[in-house]
């Protein structure tokens, strides 16, 4: 039918609306069960998705990064640390003044930190 979206299609915007409205940042399992969240998942679903569809990927980070939550903003800037570093390092510039909060997980340790703070830290050489 005309004007219906492709699967893919679909299942992207899913994800990409998923990482828009996080509220965590975990990249791995969390807790001490080791639980995937439906965030990380749709966050490898968006990683998976640039090797067939680069542009559209590309176009949807930069709409979360202009309009997601602070924990979206960080897992679109760092998904494009692997597309395109040099936006990476423009958009973690960008957002290294940024006073709001977000949880984060790693492993069975939850925090609480500034987007600018996690900015800077991805910034600062390693």
Same mark, same amino acid.
């Given at each position: 039918? @005309?004007?219906?979206?492709?699967?893919?299609?679909?299942?992207?915007?899913?994800?990409?609306?998923?990482?828009?409205?996080?509220?965590?940042?975990?990249?791995?399992?969390?807790? @001490?069960?080791? +639980?995937?969240? =439906?965030?990380?998942?749709?966050?490898?679903?968006?990683?998976?998705?640039?090797?067939?569809? =680069?542009?559209?990927?590309?176009?949807?980070?930069?709409?979360?990064?202009?309009?997601? +939550? =602070?924990?979206?903003?960080?897992?679109?800037?760092?998904?494009?640390?692997?597309?395109?570093?040099?936006?990476?390092?423009?958009?973690?510039?960008?957002?290294?003044?940024? =006073?709001?909060?977000?949880? +984060? @997980?790693?492993?069975?340790?939850?925090?609480?930190?500034?987007?600018?703070?996690?900015?800077?830290?991805?910034?600062?050489?390693?």
């Amino acid at each position: 039918m @005309f004007g219906m979206r492709k699967a893919w299609e679909r299942e992207l915007d899913a994800a990409v609306d998923e990482l828009a409205a996080a509220d965590t940042l975990a990249f791995g399992g969390t807790g @001490f069960a080791g +639980t995937v969240l =439906p965030v990380t998942e749709a966050y490898h679903r968006v990683q998976a998705a640039h090797d067939e569809h =680069p542009e559209e990927v590309r176009r949807q980070l930069d709409r979360v990064l202009a309009h997601g +939550t =602070p924990a979206g903003r960080a897992y679109a800037a760092t998904l494009l640390e692997r597309i395109d570093p040099a936006a990476a390092r423009a958009a973690w510039a960008s957002l290294r003044d940024d =006073p709001s909060e977000f949880t +984060t @997980f790693v492993g069975c340790v939850m925090d609480r930190e500034t987007l600018g703070d996690y900015a800077s830290r991805r910034l600062a050489p390693s």
